[in-house]
């Protein structure tokens, strides 16, 4: 191999490495919101693991064809991807809150809510009408309210009070407030 492909792909691995530095706990966070595993301690999500490092492999087998592209996109569109692939297989109950909704509720969830991706774009990641992804959106909040109004919800909660969202966080779509991004 030449001293300029060598050189070439190491800088390739350290550019990787850096964005898998910056990104992959978010990455990891969002695989494990998908998958639905209880929390357990750091670095016993198989099922979440599984998906990210599949997520990224092909993330990184596509680097050079990003052209100045993000990264984060490519490996979230990737870690979306294979999640419907392997929900489509076969659905595993998990127990959690989130594991009462179906795989598409969770994926428009997760991307609407947590990942703070537009409607459109994500209708477009999903191959859904956006009118679609606005109808799951919503059907999805609502059955988590009422999931969490029956599972030991606060009394104002249960009452119907409800006290507004924190100061600095941004409503979200709906009315809903996710919370400040990174957190979930």
Do not use: I, K, N
Not at 8 to 26: C, P, S, Y
Not at 34 to 63: I, M, S, V
Not at 176 to 183: I, L, S
């Amino acid at each position: 191999m030449s001293d300029r492909a060598e050189h070439r792909d190491r800088l390739r691995a350290l550019e990787f490495d850096a964005f898998v530095a910056g990104a992959g706990g978010r990455l990891l966070h969002t695989a494990t919101l998908l998958t639905g595993e209880p929390p357990q301690p750091p670095g016993a999500y198989p099922r979440a693991e599984r998906l990210l490092h599949a997520a990224l492999a092909r993330t990184y087998a596509d680097w050079d064809r990003l052209h100045g592209g993000d990264p984060y996109d490519l490996a979230r569109r990737e870690l979306v991807l294979r999640f419907a692939r392997e929900a489509r297989r076969h659905r595993r109950p998990r127990g959690g809150l989130l594991d009462r909704l179906t795989p598409v509720e969770r994926l428009v969830l997760v991307l609407r809510l947590y990942e703070e991706v537009g409607e459109e774009q994500a209708a477009a990641l999903l191959g859904l009408p956006d009118d679609r992804v606005r109808a799951v959106c919503a059907r999805a909040v609502a059955a988590l309210r009422s999931a969490g109004r029956g599972r030991g919800a606060t009394p104002a909660a249960r009452s119907g009070t409800e006290h507004p969202a924190p100061r600095g966080t941004a409503p979200g779509p709906r009315g809903t407030a996710p919370g400040p991004r990174g957190t979930a």
